[in-house]
Each structure stands twice: as structure tokens, then as C-alpha cells.
């Protein structure tokens, strides 16, 4: 078993549309998600990033409010799962509840020391 | 990371914590600032989607909300430089005043009771204290409300955007209205929350399940009212009453394909008992010496077709007295229609058929749907079928909606099958 990067990117224009109730609804699948993640022992780490930032240059002689990518391109969290290769992995992120509103889920294999 | 386990919300928080914040703010910095508000409890939500979504719901979710909230208020307010050091001060008292506010479970928060009052000012049009109120105070977005009034998303939007320039020109900051004026301010209210009732309950095509939590909205309104001091009226009571009474018909009068079931065939086990007990126990409480409200009228009048076991136990002469005493407290042509219902099943369908022509006769008369309506099975019941179906051919065209008309087809089709 190996564990996987996933980066949640995008989706924010669609929130700011939404509507308390369907903001709850919307909530509580990813609840839901990573609840059933938990349960299936797949489930490692994550959680959610702020959106404001710093991008740090040149050890620090350039500091610049980030990140500067275009909304769609921010990563607004990581989880990290378990499974057997990365297609498993790729599985797993179908569920994701990013996809209701058009973000994207970047699947990357964890390396280990004992390669 | 800490636990994953989700403990369920309760249905709805997000929708009622809107309000709440939206009200608490609004209280707190004016109405001048409404749509920075609106941003910052906007976006503290959508924080709530992303966070709460990875852990625990917070144990406190309504002060988790307002410190995001604050927060991002604040900032904005900050930026905007419209803000002097010492009102940021003022935003930490905040937090502390709202959770003894939120802490009082089962009262009424304050700031939303004035909330109620600010939307329902009287310098603002009906429609936009519907707006307002479901907006604002409810907590529903544009697509819901688009949805379940049968509107283009395009116009509720526009006209919340001026319902609130004008709410923010003529009220400068939430008051209750102290005595003289509290009881007619009231009253404004209490039209509202009829008013946002009645158009969830309106049988159209929108869209059932919002329509439904629009109701339930007016009752949650008319509750607050009612577990306030100043404004526990009877009328309050039966107001309440009256929209418990209705609200447990909702599933009854739909059915599984969409269409209309009047109440001669609904299936009354689909009424919801507890509406009907909450109902009750409100009528009770509205009991008045004086003269009962228009309220307390419809009130028990659907209280009776409520608490009827079948269609035919109905207690037509109870309900018949009941719209004579309506009518002689306030005229009104659709009561005097109405009434004609109950006076056919007391009287018969001869004489119904006289006081139809009455009405016809008199200076009120409109050409409307329900006229024709009533006039069809008045005359069904002579076994007149030509005459019924004639004038339910009048009735699909004066109606524009569409659920009615269904159901006068089908009635106009039972007719046809029917005919000797």
C-alpha cells in the first residue's frame, strides 16, 4: 500500500453562487465522502487551506501576497489517502464533491524511504 | 488531523444561522453596511463548507459563524477605511453580546425580532417586504425563491437589489416600534408572514419541497413573534394557528403525479397530526373576549376541516356561521364567493344556486375561476351536466394557473364519462 497526495483545486466561483442551504448540503457530502474514506481505513490526513497566503523568493528578498494563480488554479486543501496504486487512488478521488462545482482533484503517489 | 466523524447538523442551520448573523450585524452596524455583511456571512459560510466538511462540526456553530463572520466584516470594513479604530473595539464585544443572544435557546433573538420590523417597514412596497424577509431574515438564495414563486432567478435578483437600496434610504437603524406604534407594526408583520405563507402554499408547479420550507419559514417567523413579550397577541396565536392548520394538508392536497386533490378526496391520514396538535394548542392560547381577528376566522375554520374525520362529517353549519360572522365583520366579494361552498352543503344545491346568482346580481361580482368553479358543482349536484361542464370550460380559461387547470380538465373528463 502506498499513500496519495490529493490536491483540491477550484471550485470557488461556483460557491459564492450558492445559497445557504445548498452551502449545508454541499458540506455535508464531503462529510460524507471522507466519512466513508475513514471507515474503509483509506483515509491518512487532510484538511482545508486558507486562501490568503505568502509566496517567499530568493530566500526571502521577494515576499509577495499569494498565491497568485488564477482562482480556478488555487488548491483549497489536500487529503491523503491509502491504496494499493495509483489507479486505486484515482478511484477513490471520483467521489470527491469537488466535481459539483467544476474544481479538479490532482492525484500524486507519496514517496517513502523504502522505495 | 482530529476525528473525521461528522456530528450531523441539524436541517437547515446554515439557512437560520444566515439570518440570524445577517439580523446581529445588520443590528450592530446598521443597515449602511448591508452588503458588506452579507459578503462577510457569505463567506464565512462557504469557510464552514470548506472546514467543517474535514472535521468535527464546531460544538458552538452559530459563534464559530459569527467570529468568522466578524472577522472578515472587519477586514472588509478595514479596507473600505469607513471604519474608525475604536469600532473595531466594538466588533469584539460583539462575539461576547451574540453568544448570550444565541445562548438564550427557544427566546427570541433580539436583533431578529427588529430584523422582522426593518423588513416589514412601512415605507417599503409588499413585494419588497416578502423579498426582504425571505432573503434576509430566511436565509433563502435567488435560485430558491426563483423556484418556488415561479419567477426568472434575473427579476428576484433585481428586485432584492432594490429592495435593499430602499431599505437602507428609509431605515437608518433596528428598533422595535415602542407602544402606539407597536401594535400597527405588528399588524404589517403578521400580513407578511400570511402573506410569504400563502405563497409557499399556493398550489403551482414550483417547486414543492422549497414552497414547503417557505411555510414553515412564516411559522418559524410567527413563532419568534410569539415568544416575545410584545408581541404575543391573540392574533399572533392564531395566525399560527391558521398556518398549522393549512401547512398539515400539505402532502394531502398534491399527489404522487403533482396534481391538485381537493379536499373532498384527499387522504386525510396524510395530514401531519403534530401541525394539527401545534395548531390547537395555538388556537387555544388565541382565545379572545372581543372580537375575533380575520385570523382567528380562518383559523378555526380550517381547524374544522382539519379535525373532520371524513369529507362528509365535516361541520358544514359551523363553518357556514363562521363565514357570516367574517362577512359582517369585513365585506369582502371572495368571502361572500367562499361562503357559497358550506351554505351547498348545509342548504343544498337549489338554494346555493340562489345565493350564487345573488352574488352575480351584486356589485361585487368578478368573472373568475372559482365563481365557475363553484358554479360546476352546484350544478353537478343537480345533475346538471351540461350546465357544469360549461361552466368549468370557463373556469380552465380564466385560470392561469396550471395546476388548476389540470385539475378542472380532469374534472370536466369525470363529467364526460359520467354524462348519461
Same mark, same amino acid.
Given at each position: ?51 490568503? =497566503? ?16 488564477? =482562482? ?44 | ?55 468535527? %462540526? ?26 474608525? %479604530? ?227 362529517? %365535516? ?106
Amino acid at each position: 500500500m502506498s499513500n496519495f497526495l490529493f490536491l483540491f483545486r477550484g471550485g470557488d466561483a461556483a460557491r459564492v453562487q450558492q445559497s445557504p442551504e445548498e452551502m449545508q448540503a454541499h458540506m455535508q457530502k464531503w462529510g460524507a465522502w471522507m466519512g466513508g474514506l475513514k471507515e474503509h481505513d483509506q483515509l491518512v490526513d487532510g484538511l482545508p487551506l486558507a486562501k490568503e =497566503g505568502k509566496v517567499v523568493e530568493n530566500a526571502g528578498k521577494v515576499i509577495t501576497d499569494g498565491p497568485f494563480a488564477e =482562482g480556478s488554479e488555487v488548491v483549497g486543501g489536500y487529503l491523503i489517502v491509502t491504496s494499493k496504486d495509483l489507479n486505486g487512488a484515482v478511484e477513490i478521488s471520483k467521489g470527491c464533491p469537488i466535481f459539483e462545482h467544476g474544481g479538479n482533484v490532482e492525484v500524486r503517489e507519496i514517496m517513502t524511504m523504502n522505495m | 488531523m482530529g476525528e473525521t466523524k461528522n456530528t450531523p447538523l441539524v436541517e437547515h442551520v446554515f439557512r437560520h444561522e444566515y439570518g440570524k448573523i445577517i439580523s446581529f450585524l445588520v443590528h450592530k452596524f446598521g443597515p449602511s453596511h448591508l452588503e458588506q455583511i452579507e459578503d462577510a456571512v457569505q463567506e464565512a459560510l462557504i469557510k464552514a463548507m470548506q472546514v467543517w466538511g474535514y472535521n468535527e %462540526t464546531p460544538q458552538n456553530p452559530s459563534a464559530w459563524l459569527l467570529r468568522v463572520a466578524n472577522n472578515q466584516l472587519i477586514d472588509t470594513l478595514r479596507k473600505d477605511k469607513r471604519m474608525v %479604530t475604536g469600532e473595531v473595539d466594538k466588533l469584539h464585544d460583539n462575539i461576547q453580546q451574540f453568544q448570550q443572544e444565541v445562548s438564550l435557546k427557544g427566546t427570541i433573538n433580539d436583533s431578529q425580532l427588529k430584523m422582522i420590523f426593518a423588513c416589514c417597514h412601512p415605507s417599503l412596497s409588499q413585494e419588497y417586504q416578502i423579498i426582504l424577509s425571505l432573503k434576509l431574515i430566511g436565509g433563502f438564495g435567488n435560485a430558491e425563491i426563483s423556484k418556488a414563486l415561479i419567477k426568472k432567478e434575473e427579476t428576484v435578483a433585481k428586485s432584492f437589489t432594490r429592495a435593499k437600496k430602499k431599505l437602507k434610504d428609509n431605515v437608518a437603524s433596528l428598533d422595535i416600534p415602542v407602544e402606539l406604534g407597536l401594535k400597527s407594526r405588528l399588524n404589517i408583520v403578521l400580513k407578511i408572514i400570511y402573506l410569504l405563507f400563502t405563497e409557499g402554499y399556493a398550489a403551482s408547479s414550483g417547486a414543492n419541497l422549497i414552497k414547503k420550507d417557505i411555510c414553515l419559514e412564516a411559522i418559524r417567523l410567527a413563532l419568534l413573534l410569539s415568544g416575545n413579550k410584545y408581541c404575543k397577541t391573540a392574533e399572533v396565536h392564531a395566525l399560527i394557528a391558521l398556518m398549522c392548520f393549512h401547512a398539515s394538508r400539505f402532502e394531502a392536497r398534491i399527489d404522487l403525479n403533482g396534481d391538485l386533490v381537493d379536499l373532498e378526496h384527499q387522504d386525510r391520514k396524510l395530514y401531519d397530526r403534530e401541525l394539527i396538535k401545534k395548531g390547537i394548542s395555538h388556537l387555544e392560547l388565541a382565545a379572545v373576549k372581543e372580537e375575533p381577528s380575520d385570523y382567528h376566522i380562518q383559523a378555526a375554520i380550517s381547524y374544522y376541516h382539519c379535525v373532520a374525520k371524513r369529507f362528509s362529517e %365535516t361541520d358544514w353549519q359551523g363553518i357556514l356561521k363562521l363565514y357570516d360572522l367574517q362577512l359582517r365583520q369585513q365585506y369582502s366579494p371572495i368571502v361572500q364567493l367562499n361562503r357559497i361552498v358550506p351554505f351547498h352543503r348545509v342548504y343544498g344545491a337549489d338554494r346555493a344556486l340562489v345565493e350564487l346568482l345573488n352574488y352575480k346580481q351584486g356589485p361585487h361580482f368578478k368573472d373568475s375561476a372559482l365563481y365557475y368553479a363553484i358554479q360546476a358543482e352546484l350544478l353537478t349536484d343537480q345533475q346538471n351536466y351540461k350546465g357544469a361542464m360549461a361552466a368549468l370550460k370557463k373556469a380552465v380559461v380564466l385560470t392561469s394557473n396550471e395546476m388548476e387547470k389540470k385539475h378542472f380538465y380532469k374534472k370536466l373528463a369525470n363529467l364526460q364519462a359520467t354524462r348519461p
